[in-house]
C-alpha cells in the first residue's frame, strides 16, 4: 500500500481494499535519504493499524540497497540504509522487514552470500530483536542472489541468530527462477525441494504474484492472479495449504488510485478456497 500523505494512510487504503495484512515501504524506496519519524508518526500509525485491525504490517525496504556488493563506500551505504529501516520498523512496531539478497555484479555467488550475511549480522547487532528480516528469493536477473534455494539456505547458515530470520516466498519470482508451480504435482514437488534444503518453517511471508514472462525466463515481471504464465492452479494450492493458514500473503500486483485491481486480485483469490 502506498505511503503518500503519510505512512499511517496505508491503513485507509488497506480498509478500502478488504486487507487482513499489508505492506509498506518505510520511506521513499528509490531514494536513499529519508525524513525521520517522528512521536507524531508513530503515534498516527499505531492509531491507525488499532482502528483497522490490519495484521501483521510488513515493510519492504528500498531498491536501491545492495548488501552484496563488491565496492566497499556502496556495502557501507547500503549497510547504513537498511540498519536504518531496521531502526524505522522498530519504531513504528512492524514485526517483519523484507530484504533482496542484492546483486554480486560479479564478484561471485560466494563471496555475495558471505557479505549479504556479514551486513545482517552486524545490523542486528545494532537493531533490538523485535524486528525479523525475511530474505526474498528473486528471479535471477543479471548477477542477483537469491535465485536459488541454495542461495538462500546459505545465507541462513551464516547467520548468528537464526531466530531473526527467515523467508519471503514470491510466487512469481519462483517461477521465473525456473521452479514450476503450475499444477498440483509441480507445486508439491517444488515446496518439499523448498523444504528439503531451507525449511517449510522459515517461510514467514508470501508474495503473491502471476508472472508477465515464463518459466525460467528469470524476469522479474508482476501481473494479475490468473493472467500471467502461472495461472490459477498454483494459487487454488496455496491459499488451500493449511501450512500456510497463518502466513501474511501479499500483493504486489499493478494497480491504480482507486485498488480496484486488488479488490479484483483479493476477489480471486478468496474464489479458490475451498
Given amino acids: 500500500m502506498s505511503i503518500a500523505g503519510g505512512i499511517y494512510r496505508a491503513f485507509e487504503r488497506g480498509s478500502l481494499a478488504d486487507c487482513r495484512t499489508l505492506q509498506v515501504f518505510?520511506?521513499?524506496?528509490?531514494?536513499?535519504?529519508?525524513?525521520?519519524?517522528?512521536?507524531?508518526?508513530?503515534?498516527?500509525?499505531?492509531?491507525?493499524?488499532?482502528?483497522?485491525?490490519?495484521?501483521?504490517?510488513?515493510?519492504?525496504?528500498?531498491?536501491?540497497?545492495?548488501?552484496a556488493s563488491p565496492d566497499p563506500r556502496l556495502y557501507q551505504k547500503s549497510l547504513d540504509a537498511f540498519t536504518e529501516e531496521m531502526r524505522r520498523a522498530l519504531y513504528l512496531g512492524i514485526p517483519y522487514l523484507v530484504m533482496h539478497p542484492g546483486s554480486h555484479v560479479g564478484s561471485g555467488v560466494r563471496v555475495g552470500i558471505l557479505r549479504v550475511a556479514r551486513a545482517l549480522n552486524q545490523a542486528m547487532d545494532n537493531v533490538g530483536p523485535a524486528v525479523t528480516i525475511l530474505i526474498e528469493n528473486t528471479s535471477g536477473q543479471g548477477s542477483c542472489l537469491g535465485h536459488r534455494f541454495e542461495h538462500l539456505a546459505d545465507?541462513?547458515?551464516?547467520?548468528?541468530?537464526?531466530?531473526?530470520?527467515?523467508?519471503?516466498?514470491?510466487?512469481?519470482?519462483?517461477?521465473?527462477?525456473?521452479?514450476?508451480?503450475?499444477?498440483?504435482?509441480?507445486?508439491?514437488?517444488?515446496?518439499?525441494?523448498?523444504?528439503?534444503?531451507?525449511?517449510?518453517?522459515?517461510?514467514?511471508?508470501?508474495?503473491?504474484?502471476?508472472?508477465?514472462?515464463?518459466?525460467?525466463?528469470?524476469?522479474?515481471?508482476?501481473?494479475?492472479?490468473?493472467?500471467?504464465?502461472?495461472?490459477?492452479?498454483?494459487?487454488?494450492?496455496?491459499?488451500?495449504?493449511?501450512?500456510?493458514k497463518r502466513i501474511p500473503k501479499i500483493l504486489e500486483t499493478p494497480k491504480g488510485p482507486d485498488l480496484q485491481e486488488d479488490r479484483m486480485n483479493l476477489a480471486t483469490l478468496k474464489a479458490l478456497l475451498r
Fill in 155 to 244: 545465507i541462513l547458515e551464516l547467520i548468528d541468530d537464526r531466530e531473526r530470520v527467515g523467508i519471503c516466498l514470491d510466487t512469481c519470482h519462483l517461477f521465473a527462477a525456473g521452479y514450476d508451480i503450475r499444477t498440483e504435482k509441480e507445486y508439491k514437488s517444488t515446496l518439499r525441494e523448498f523444504d528439503r534444503i531451507i525449511g517449510i518453517k522459515t517461510i514467514k511471508a508470501f508474495h503473491v504474484n502471476d508472472s508477465k514472462k515464463d518459466l525460467g525466463s528469470r524476469v522479474d515481471r508482476h501481473c494479475h492472479i490468473g493472467q500471467g504464465f502461472i495461472g490459477l492452479e498454483a494459487f487454488r494450492c496455496l491459499v488451500n495449504d493449511r501450512r500456510f
Fill in 26 to 67: 518505510l520511506k521513499n524506496s528509490n531514494r536513499w535519504e529519508a525524513k525521520p519519524l517522528t512521536e507524531q508518526d508513530r503515534s498516527l500509525f499505531r492509531e491507525a493499524q488499532n482502528e483497522s485491525g490490519i495484521s501483521p504490517v510488513l515493510a519492504h525496504d528500498s531498491y536501491l540497497i545492495n548488501l
